[in-house]
């Protein structure tokens, strides 16, 4: 019932950027945030930044902060990420998620999207 389908990833060089969205269908009402996280082969899933749909409240992990924007578009129920200034460590598959709490937990998220590869070379 619910998808959440991301898109956007790429390749690019170092101090460049992308734009990655999350399209999601049929919101429920107990969707009420909604995060990115990133994931590099043998690492664990690692939060990136999360957005409440209803209301202003945005967070960002330590690491991205000056440098990715996360925004939403609730008449189109998109959530997007813009990252500048990108660095090879952003390399990862960067996936969209959705849940009931902000939180920095992957656990806390019920929805998840596919996932979008970005690589970013030296």
């Known amino acids: 019932q619910v998808q959440l389908v991301e898109s956007g990833g790429g390749l690019v060089q170092a101090g460049g950027s992308l734009r990655l969205s999350c399209v999601v269908s049929?919101?429920?009402?107990?969707?009420?945030?909604m995060g990115w996280f990133r994931q590099a082969p043998g690492k664990e899933r690692e939060f990136v930044a999360t957005?409440?749909?209803?209301?202003?409240?945005?967070s960002y992990t330590d690491s991205v902060k000056g440098r990715f924007t996360i925004s939403r578009d609730n008449a189109k129920n998109t959530v997007a990420l813009q990252m500048n200034s990108l660095k090879p460590e952003d390399t990862a598959v960067y996936y969209c998620?959705?849940?009931?709490?902000?939180?920095?937990?992957?656990?806390?998220?019920?929805?998840w999207g596919q996932g979008t590869q970005v690589t970013v070379s030296s």
């Open positions: 998620a959705g849940g009931t709490v902000a939180s920095a937990n992957p656990r806390m998220y019920g929805y």
């Open positions: 957005i409440n749909w209803g209301a202003s409240g945005i």
């Open positions: 049929r919101r429920t009402s107990s969707m009420y945030v």
